[in-house]
């Protein structure tokens, strides 16, 4: 049972790339959710899905993609990084008790 | 909006007990509170949650005010590993609903 994966761990872009955040869970969760954390802040929420084929926009969606077509899978794309998507980005998944992953630090230059 | 207000440092001595408050004065009768810590360099890490009763588990007991306007998170012994910063969190939705992170507080253990 290994939990919330991401990969990869760091990443390193440049302005207008795009990426894929990739996230599993093992653990047969309906619920799973992406937040972005940036220095001294707390997490806040980018998207969330409530199940397969399900997905909807958390507090700060702009610039970021996502789908969800099988339940252990719930990728996160990038369309056009920004340096202001300088960030620690967490995959979370659960139900009353949310796991997270280690999370995936992404720098934009 | 978090909707939780919670100081935004605390210290403590080792092996003393340390209570951690928050306030959700607006809560709804349907918010869970849910209490969530961060470790330097880590992912949150579920602490405890409740609805209306006192709640107890291995790593801390979680004590809610009657009027539920206000909850303490306390742990009965803190060691150093217990340094972290604690989230407090309304949760609306059960077990779909989202957490709404604030700020937290950054529980600082003395040796």
């Known amino acids: 049972n290994a939990g919330v994966t991401q990969t990869p761990k760091f990443q390193v872009l440049k302005t207008g790339q795009s990426m894929t955040l990739q996230c599993a869970q093992d653990?047969?969760?309906?619920?799973m959710s992406w937040y972005r954390q940036d220095p001294g802040m707390g997490l806040r929420l980018i998207h969330y899905s409530v199940g397969a084929g399900i997905t909807d926009q958390g507090e700060v969606p702009n610039g970021y993609n996502v789908s969800r077509s099988t339940t252990e899978d719930f990728p996160l794309r990038l369309l056009s990084a920004a340096p202001s998507q300088t960030s620690v980005y967490f995959c979370?998944?659960?139900?009353?008790?949310?796991?997270f992953g280690p999370g995936t630090r992404l720098t934009v230059t | 909006d978090a909707k939780t207000t919670q100081p935004n440092s605390m210290e403590s001595n080792e092996e003393e007990p340390v209570h951690l408050p928050c306030n959700h004065s607006t809560i709804s009768g349907t918010d869970y509170i849910h209490w969530y810590r961060q470790l330097p360099s880590q992912g949150p890490e579920y602490v405890i949650h409740g609805l209306t009763s006192n709640v107890n588990n291995r790593m801390a007991s979680l004590a809610i005010a009657e009027d539920r306007k206000s909850s303490t998170l306390i742990l009965h012994r803190a060691t150093l590993r217990d340094a972290a910063v604690y989230y407090c969190i309304r949760r609306y939705g059960g077990s779909q609903g989202n957490l709404i992170f604030g700020k937290g507080t950054k529980l600082s253990v003395k040796p």
């Open positions: 979370a998944s659960g139900d009353y008790e949310q796991y």
């Open positions: 653990m047969n969760h309906e619920y």
